[in-house]
């Protein structure tokens, strides 16, 4: 006889694609822009994997989507903000509902709300990095078939504290709305 748990609801649709793992890139006005699709865990891992090919301080933006709050930062040091956003790498893969983006006047990198991953460049260096971590480039990706909005997330209050926190511990500014 095999027990069966029942699995939240709110992230198995998140989860599964019937896709592989792969991004676009483009180049538009002298900038660079790809586009990741993979399943949500592991889109958020390769998030705090590329962040790896920031420089040692970075800014922040986070917004959370559930409460409608907005914190930066500027100047940061790279390794505390990697360390502090791998603390809450599951509940950003569970429920989503956050936007973050670690910028530096040369790059950015964005997980955004739905869970995809966006990065804006100067350089074409992360179409190298990205075939580097074993995606496949694609000439069109098919965009997601479900956007949520602000009131349509799922409770998370784990979630909601675990983002306060975070930006408790690298001491973001609360933006003014």
């Known amino acids: 006889m095999f027990f069966r748990a029942r699995q939240p609801e709110t992230s198995i649709w998140r989860r599964f694609r019937t896709s592989v793992d792969g991004f676009s890139f483009a180049e538009e006005n002298g900038y660079h822009t790809a586009h990741v699709v993979a399943n949500a ?3 958020v ?3 705090l994997a590329l962040l790896e090919h920031m420089p040692p301080a970075v800014d922040i933006a986070v917004d959370d989507a559930r409460t409608g709050r907005r914190w930066h930062g500027e100047g940061l040091a790279l390794p505390d903000v990697r360390d502090v956003l791998a603390r ?4 950003l893969a569970t429920f989503g509902g956050v936007e973050i983006s670690i910028f530096t006047g040369e790059d950015q990198v964005t997980l955004n709300a739905v869970i995809e991953l966006f990065i804006y ?4 260096r992360w ?3 990205l075939q ?3 995606l496949e480039e694609r000439e069109t990706l098919r965009a997601k078939s479900w956007k949520l909005k602000r009131h349509e997330f799922p409770s998370a209050p784990e979630l909601v504290d675990a983002i306060a926190k975070v930006a408790e511990t690298l001491r ?3 933006a003014s709305t």
């Open 45 to 47: 891992d390769l998030f």
């Open 121 to 124: 460049a100067r350089t074409d």
């Open 88 to 91: 809450v790498k599951a509940l």
């Open 172 to 174: 973001l500014t609360l």
């Open 127 to 129: 179409l190298y990095i």
């Open 132 to 134: 580097g971590k074993g």
């Open 41 to 43: 865990e592991r889109t």
